[in-house]
Structures are given as C-alpha cells and as structure tokens.
C-alpha cells in the first residue's frame, strides 16, 4: 500500500474578473498558506493560462502573495458564443503531496453578442435575431464561484444600426441505388440505397438592426422539402465578429 503525503501547504488561485474580452489582461493572484493559516513565503509556482493565455513563474512574498498578468485567449477561429479559459497553478519544483489550485474565467471573443433563429414557411426563409452588447461589467457584479449567470446574455444595451450578413446554403440529400442483394426469406432480390448530400449556395444577404437591436431577412426557399444551413456575422463597434449558425428544416432526413 503506497502512504499518501499530506501536502506541505495549500495554494488558492483567483482573477481580478470573472468575464472578459480577447486580449484583455487576465490579472491572477495566488496565495498559499500552511494549513492552519499562516503564509508561506517565497514559493516558487507557476501559473498557466489554458488556450494559449501564456504561463510566468512566480514567488511568493512575505505574505505568502504572488502575482502575475497573463492574456484571456478566445481560442476558436469560428468567433461564437463564448470559451472557459483555465488557469492552474502548481510548485515550480516537486514538493510532497499533491499541491495545486485552478480556476476559470469567460471569455468572449467579441462586445457584441449575436442570436439567430429561423423559420421556413410559405415558400419563404425568414432569418430573425438581436444584436446586443455583452454587458462585461454587469457580468462581473452578478458572477458568483461556480455559478454562471447566462440570464444576462442577450439582454445588453441593443447595438442598433449594425450589420448582419447571412450566408445561405440549401441542403438536399439525393437517394441514390448503389447495388442489389438477395432476400433469402422473401425470396427476391432487394435494391441498396444511399444518400448524396447535395449543397447550393443561394447567397449572402445583408440587413441592419433597428432600435431594439432586432434584425431580419426573408428569402425564397427553392423547396419546402430541402433544409438549410444559415450561417450569420455580425461586429461589435470595434470590428470583432461574431458568429452564430442555425440549421432550418421542414422535414427530417434518414
């Protein structure tokens, strides 16, 4: 039986904010203590920020503080919704016990925060949805440890007066006979089939929000039994995009 070591002391890792912007600073602060309170001074960790947010080396002081600044990092190159960036912190040298601490924090990678929907009826495909700002500050007042206040998206100040481009595709699966095969308990010979995905492009199509931040665009659906893939863009007053794709059908497919 291997004896587990109590570790020698505890770390605790925490940020300045709970929500930022891509490229913002991410200010980490960490602090160990032995455990029955006092600090321990001059530790050497090492704190890393997940998704390319960098990594330092640090000690800590008299107080058993240290400090350092990384980057909050939006990882994917598809800018939407939001990423969980990590940052953990552990002994720059092996000590006894296992001794750590992470945290996370939320990253958007634009101000601007885009909703779509869409609706095929009556030979039309209509695209609605809002464009509003993400309320980094309010974000912060209301974040508590471990739990994420997502009410608040959506309900920002409306960005009104920005553009929103949706690129269209129609999507059509074609059923098509690849070969046959003998039915040994019915006795005849039964056709195979598979499907082809089939994509056009119909366009891409522009509109503006209005007062409330709500935009839409309506076009003529080609086929009421095809679906489509709607893929929308929008930009805070800086330029950052965000993204959001819906997928509209009026039928299932196999």
């Known amino acids: 039986v291997t004896d587990i070591a109590k570790p020698a002391y505890r770390l605790e890792v925490t ?27 001059g530790i050497e960790l090492r704190v890393r920020a997940s998704e390319g947010g960098g990594d330092a080396t640090v000690t800590t002081d008299a107080a058993g503080v240290a400090r350092t600044t990384l980057v909050a990092r939006f990882p994917s190159i598809q800018p939407q919704g939001f990423n969980m960036q990590g940052i953990r912190v552990r002994p720059a040298r092996p000590e006894e016990g296992r001794i750590g601490d992470s945290t996370s924090v939320v990253v958007f990678a634009s101000r601007a925060w885009l909703t779509t929907a869409a609706n095929l009826a009556s030979d039309r495909l209509t695209i609605r949805g809002t464009v509003t700002q993400v309320e980094l500050d309010e974000l912060n007042a209301s974040y508590s440890r471990g739990r994420w206040p997502d009410n608040l998206l959506g309900e920002g100040r409306p960005l009104v007066g920005q553009t929103v481009t949706a690129r269209v595709s129609q999507v059509e699966y074609v059923r098509h006979q690849t070969g046959t095969r003998y039915d040994y308990i019915e006795k005849r010979v039964v056709q195979l089939y598979d499907w082809n995905r089939k994509e056009t492009q119909l366009g891409t199509f522009d509109a503006r929000t209005d007062s409330d931040g709500a935009y839409r665009i309506s076009l003529p659906a080609p086929s009421m039994s095809s679906s489509y893939e709607i893929h929308v863009r929008a930009t805070d007053a800086d330029g950052r995009p965000v993204v959001d794709d819906v997928y509209e059908s009026a039928r299932r497919y196999p």
Do not use: K
């Not at 709970?18 to 029955?36: N, Q």
């Open 15 to 41: 940020t300045d904010r709970h929500a930022f912007l891509a490229g913002d600073p991410l200010a980490i602060t960490v602090r160990a203590t032995f455990f029955d309170g006092t600090a321990v001074p």
